[in-house]
Antibody, heavy 121, light 116 residues
Framework: EVQLVESGGGLVQPGGSLRLSCAAS????????IHWVRQAPGKGLVWVSR????????SYADSVKGRFTISRDNAKNTLYLQMNSLRVEDTALYYC??????????????WGQGTLVTVSS | QPVLTQPPSASASLGASVTLNCTLS???????VDWYQQRPGKGPRFVMR????????SKGDGIPDRFSVSGSGLNRYLTIKNIQEEDESDYHC?????????????FGGGTKLTVL
């Protein structure tokens, strides 16, 4: 069974940092692109970042470029999102999601349950 | 990059049918769109991908036959027949975009489906 489990969320002050993790199981993690998508309370889905199967290619939404860094450890079947210079508007539930078929353009066919990040003073 | 537009809400009676719409912005009529279901308090769940020719690939795990898709021009539709209580969810559409300065997913604002 494919599973994605996010962790690392919490309450942080503006300007602070947080590292999210996404532990994968039930599939060959190293074969797939993985994305981060966030959802502010009561709002829609917003794409954040993605990384290719071996970690050599990444892309980011303009709103987080230069502040967030996506990475992965295929030996540990884990995806990360390092978030620096956090802003109040980064408050959201953060999901990791797998792209189908090992392609960057694949549908996001499996999602985790999310981890909540709250940025507030 | 494309803009995906969804009506914020829809409703349908138990056992009836409903069609949800996702409209691509002009110039993106060749784009495929993914539909996702999000039940209250849960993470999104992949439903299926749709292009102008209909479904692309396979449905997501456990998606019943009551769910179908179609596409025409800039519109991508998700139809649910014989609506059940468990279909009450937010439905999001999304599309992959990879050119210029943007390489990533674009999502619509979501449609909240209420089962009456």
């Amino acid at each position: 069974e494919v599973q994605l489990v996010e962790s690392g969320g919490g309450l942080v002050q503006p300007g602070g940092s947080l590292r999210l993790s996404c532990a994968a199981s039930g599939f060959t993690f190293s074969n797939y692109w993985i994305h981060w998508v966030r959802q502010a309370p009561g709002k829609g889905l917003v794409w954040v970042s993605r990384i290719n199967s071996d970690g050599s290619s990444t892309s980011y939404a303009d709103s987080v470029k230069g502040r967030f860094t996506i990475s992965r450890d295929n030996a540990k079947n884990t995806l990360y999102l390092q978030m620096n210079s956090l802003r109040v508007e980064d408050t959201a539930l953060y999901y990791c999601a797998r792209a189908e078929g090992g392609f960057s353009y694949g549908s996001l066919d499996y999602w985790g349950q999310g981890t909540l990040v709250t940025v507030s003073s | 990059q494309p803009v995906l537009t969804q009506p914020p809400s829809a409703s349908a009676s138990l056992g009836a049918s409903v069609t949800l719409n996702c409209t691509l912005s002009s110039g993106y009529s060749n784009y495929k769109v993914d539909w996702y279901q999000q039940r209250p308090g849960k993470g999104p769940r992949f439903v299926m991908r749709v292009g102008t020719g209909g479904i692309v690939g396979s449905k997501g795990d456990g998606i019943p036959d009551r769910f179908s898709v179609s596409g025409s021009g800039l519109n991508r539709y998700l139809t649910i027949k014989n609506i059940q209580e468990e279909d009450e969810s937010d439905y999001h559409c999304g599309a992959d975009h990879g050119s210029g300065s943007y390489f990533g997913e674009v999502f619509g604002g979501g449609t909240k489906l209420t089962v009456l």
